[in-house]
C-alpha cells in the first residue's frame, strides 16, 4: 500500500458525460501527478500540482481539467467524454518538488466510456 | 518517435534465469532512471532510481545507465515467478522549467517468470 488512496476504483459511464476522480496524496506530500495509463500510449504524464498550484502540464486534453485543494486531495474532471478516454487513470504524489522524487502511485481509476 | 522507446515483450523465462530489461531514450536532458514495476491491476511501484550515468545494486536488481549511449538496463538475478509483471522504465529531467517532476515513461515490458 503506497498510502496513496484513489476513487472510485471503476467508472463506467457514456460519451459525452463528465466525470470526476479523486485523489488523495500520502500524508505530508505536497504534490499531486496525474497519469493517463492506455494499451496503446503506455503511461503518459498529465499534469502535476504542487501546494494547490499547477506546475506542469502535459498532453492533457483541453476537456481535462485539474485542482488541487487546500487539504491537498485533487481531483481530476474529465468532460465531453470519448471512448479513446476509456483508461486507467493514476494519482502519484511525493514530498519533494522537482529533481529526484520518488513518485509513490495510487491504485489507479478504471474509466470505461460506452 | 517516442522520447523513451521499450520493448513491450512480453518475455517469458523460467525461474532462476536472468532477464535483462531495457530502454532507449533521445531526451539527452534526462538525468533521474527509474525502474517500476506494476503488477496485474495495480499501481507502479518503484523498484530502483539511478542519477546519472553508472550502475546500481539492490539484492537480485542491478540497474545500469549507459548516457553517452542513451540506454538503460535493468537486471534480475534468479528470477521468481513472484518477479512476472510489467516493468515499467521512466526518466526525468533536473529540477526547473516545466518539466520537473514528470516522469516519462517507456511502453513496459510484460515479464512471466515460469516455475
Known amino acids: 500500500d503506497s498510502g496513496v488512496t484513489q476513487t472510485p476504483k471503476h467508472l463506467i459511464t457514456a460519451t459525452g458525460q463528465r466525470v470526476t476522480l479523486r485523489c488523495s496524496p500520502r500524508?505530508?506530500?505536497?504534490?499531486v501527478y496525474w497519469y493517463q495509463q492506455s494499451l496503446d500510449q503506455g503511461l503518459q504524464f498529465l499534469i502535476h500540482y504542487y501546494n494547490g498550484e499547477e506546475r506542469a502540464k502535459g498532453n492533457i486534453l483541453e476537456r481535462f481539467s485539474a485542482q488541487q485543494f487546500p487539504d491537498l486531495h485533487s481531483e481530476l474532471n474529465l468532460s465531453s467524454l470519448e471512448l479513446g478516454d476509456s483508461a486507467l487513470y493514476f494519482c502519484?504524489?511525493?514530498?519533494?518538488?522537482?529533481?529526484?522524487?520518488?513518485?509513490?502511485f495510487g491504485p489507479g481509476t478504471r474509466l470505461t466510456v460506452l | 518517435q517516442k522520447e523513451v522507446e521499450q520493448d513491450p515483450g512480453p518475455l517469458s523465462v523460467p525461474e532462476g534465469a536472468i532477464v535483462s530489461l531495457n530502454c532507449t531514450y533521445s531526451n539527452s536532458a534526462f538525468q533521474y532512471f527509474m525502474w517500476y514495476r506494476q503488477y496485474s491491476r495495480k499501481g507502479p511501484e518503484l523498484l530502483m532510481y539511478t542519477y546519472s550515468s553508472g550502475n546500481k545494486e539492490d539484492g537480485r536488481f542491478t540497474a545500469q545507465v549507459d548516457k553517452s549511449s542513451k540506454y538503460i538496463s535493468l537486471f534480475i538475478r534468479d528470477s521468481q515467478p513472484s518477479d512476472s509483471a510489467t516493468y515499467l522504465c521512466?526518466?526525468?529531467?533536473?529540477?526547473?522549467?516545466?518539466?520537473?517532476?514528470?516522469?516519462?515513461f517507456g511502453q513496459g515490458t510484460i515479464l512471466t517468470v515460469h516455475p
Open positions: 502519484a504524489s511525493s514530498v519533494v518538488q522537482g529533481g529526484y522524487n520518488e513518485q509513490f
Open positions: 521512466a526518466m526525468s529531467v533536473n529540477a526547473g522549467g516545466t518539466s520537473y517532476g514528470k516522469l516519462t
Open positions: 500524508s505530508g506530500d505536497l504534490s
